[in-house]
């Protein structure tokens, strides 16, 4: 099997020793003579899976106990409609702060449902920080501000949180859960996919405070209302019971890693290594300001745009894939989450030094 480092931003790598326990239990889960893609979500054998992740997530991040957990179907932008759903209770008016292109995504969907108060933006320097905190409007009255705590595309990313006093912090960690400690009570409610640090797409995963819960829009589609997911244990419906096994073995992986700490570290490690690289590189640049730039998402450009297609087919030749930059920003980014090894980050850095001294 010839594996490549894949720098795609998600669906993402993911660890080796996670593929092949999945491979190894496809055809029979834990001796049932039945594989995890026929197995029935209501049965003893998943229920027990679906307790045993919940409370591996909850050791991971150390959620504390009047926060619920759910395992939900669906993809992270579903939550850009059931945040304001679920958490509006009455009110008129939600905080959102714009940071990119993720952020953005959110505040529409969110316009939909209330009066979106942006409380900062930093659409006018491209997306190339975190503005201020001490800048941000923040408005008393609203339901809660929504953040994004690592912007995937712009690579820019929160290493602190805003203070909100009263009003709930709501955080999109689509792609940022796992890769580093979070204090879970700094939040209202975190949700994100799992296709990126959490296994494969068809799964997210909501954290939220159980006192916000109660009061959703009566509109609210049932499977959406997190109150009623919670009281079904998120399995009000039949369960994305291939990605939810999935992420128990991610969960399993990164508690064999020694947790979120241990994440931490290495990934911190491998983000300084990359940009260390590109800032003393004088051919690639990372637009972001350092203050705020991500550990998981780094995107870069070469200084002759014209030789992005050639730098990209050369990196797949040379077994490292994913690299192409989002369609909105161009250029190169390579996502440096939990499953990418400190060889990867090595093996990019060693072809680009490569690449720039080659070229004509
Ligand atoms: C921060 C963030 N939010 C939301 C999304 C959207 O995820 P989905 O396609 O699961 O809705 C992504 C996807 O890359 C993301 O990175």
Not at 304 to 313: C, G, H, K, M
């Amino acid at each position: 099997l010839a594996r490549v480092y894949n720098f795609g931003a998600g669906p993402s790598m993911l660890p080796e020793p996670v593929l092949e326990r999945a491979r190894e239990e496809l055809l029979d889960w834990r001796g049932t003579g039945i594989s995890m893609l026929e197995t029935n979500h209501r049965g003893a054998d998943f229920r027990e899976l679906a307790q045993v992740s919940e409370a591996k997530l909850r050791r991971l991040l150390s959620i504390p106990e009047p926060y619920r957990v759910l395992f939900l179907h669906g993809p992270a932008r579903i939550h850009y409609s059931a945040v304001p759903l679920n958490l509006l209770r009455g009110r008129t008016r939600a905080d959102y702060a714009d940071t990119g292109i993720w952020s953005d995504g959110a505040i529409k969907e969110g316009r939909r449902y209330c009066e979106v108060n942006v409380v900062a933006s930093s659409r006018p320097e491209h997306y190339t920080r975190i503005p201020p905190f001490a800048q941000w409007r923040l408005d008393p009255q609203a339901a809660y501000l929504h953040i994004t705590p690592n912007e995937t595309i712009g690579g820019v990313e929160f290493h602190d949180w805003p203070d909100t006093g009263e009003v709930p912090l709501v955080g999109d960690f689509s792609s940022t859960i796992l890769s580093r400690p979070v204090d879970v009570e700094r939040f209202g409610l975190i949700y994100s996919g799992a296709q990126k640090n959490m296994g494969i797409a068809g799964l997210s995963v909501v954290i939220v405070r159980e006192d916000l819960l109660g009061a959703a829009d009566p509109r609210t589609p049932s499977m959406l209302d997190y109150a009623h997911q919670v009281a079904e244990r998120s399995l009000a419906a039949t369960a994305p019971t291939f990605a939810w096994y999935l992420a128990d073995l991610m969960l399993d992986w990164v508690e064999a890693q020694g947790g979120v700490a241990a994440m931490a570290e290495r990934n911190r490690r491998k983000a300084e290594k990359l940009y260390r690289f590109i800032d003393g590189s004088n051919y690639y640049a990372n637009p972001v300001e350092p203050a705020s730039r991500s550990w998981m998402n780094v995107p870069f450009t070469l200084a002759e745009p014209a030789e992005d297609e050639r730098f990209l087919a050369e990196a797949r030749a040379a077994g490292l894939a994913g690299l192409k930059g989002h369609r909105f920003v161009g250029g190169m980014r390579a996502s440096l989450y939990n499953a990418m090894p400190e060889a990867g980050v090595d093996a990019l850095v060693a072809f680009m030094g490569d690449f720039m001294e080659r070229r004509p």
